[in-house]
């Protein structure tokens, strides 16, 4: 009989200590769910926040421009004739250095380009 309870008594203990720990797993579980979503947030306002640092840094590089070097330019490429392709594609790689350009607006020219020719 002793051991009975002796038994009893041991497996009550392990079905607390059982559920001990299934209680605190739980809690580890949600608060590792927390911590996903707070690095997915970070992450993306980490995203968010590199492409704002791009942007203002383009636009310093823009403020250090010279404006009547850049005027020049933009009055030479406007000067040049409807043929003169290789004049206009050297002056704009100045206009993309000086405006610093990004690969989308690159991208947007090059597209436009491509339409004005197919047409």
Same mark, same amino acid.
């Given at each position: 009989?002793? &051991? #009975?309870?002796?038994?009893?008594?041991?497996d009550?203990?392990?079905?607390? *200590? @059982?559920?001990?720990?299934? =209680?605190?797993? /739980? /809690?580890l579980?949600? +608060? @590792?769910a927390? /911590?996903? %979503? *707070?690095?997915?947030? %970070?992450? +993306?306002?980490? #995203?968010?926040?590199?492409? *704002?640092r791009? #942007?203002l840094?383009?636009?310093?590089?823009?403020?250090?421009?010279?404006? *009547? !070097? @850049? /005027?020049?330019?933009?009055?030479? !490429? &406007?000067?040049?004739?409807p043929?003169a &392709?290789?004049?206009?594609a050297? &002056?704009?790689? =100045? @206009? +993309?250095?000086?405006? +610093?350009?990004?690969?989308q607006d690159?991208?947007k020219? #090059?597209?436009?380009?491509?339409g004005g020719?197919?047409?």
């Open positions: 009989m002793e &051991l #009975a309870t002796v038994q009893s008594q041991r009550s203990h392990h079905r607390a *200590e @059982l559920e001990s720990c299934k =209680v605190s797993l /739980k /809690k579980q949600e +608060a @590792l927390t /911590k996903d %979503l *707070e690095v997915g947030r %970070l992450t +993306a306002l980490q #995203a968010t926040l590199n492409q *704002e791009v #942007a840094r383009r636009a310093q590089q823009r403020e250090g421009c010279n404006l *009547e !070097y @850049l /005027k020049n330019v933009v009055v030479d !490429y &406007l000067s040049f004739p043929g &392709l290789s004049e206009k050297s &002056l704009e790689r =100045v @206009l +993309a250095t000086l405006l +610093a350009f990004s690969p690159r991208k020219i #090059a597209e436009g380009r491509e020719q197919g047409g």
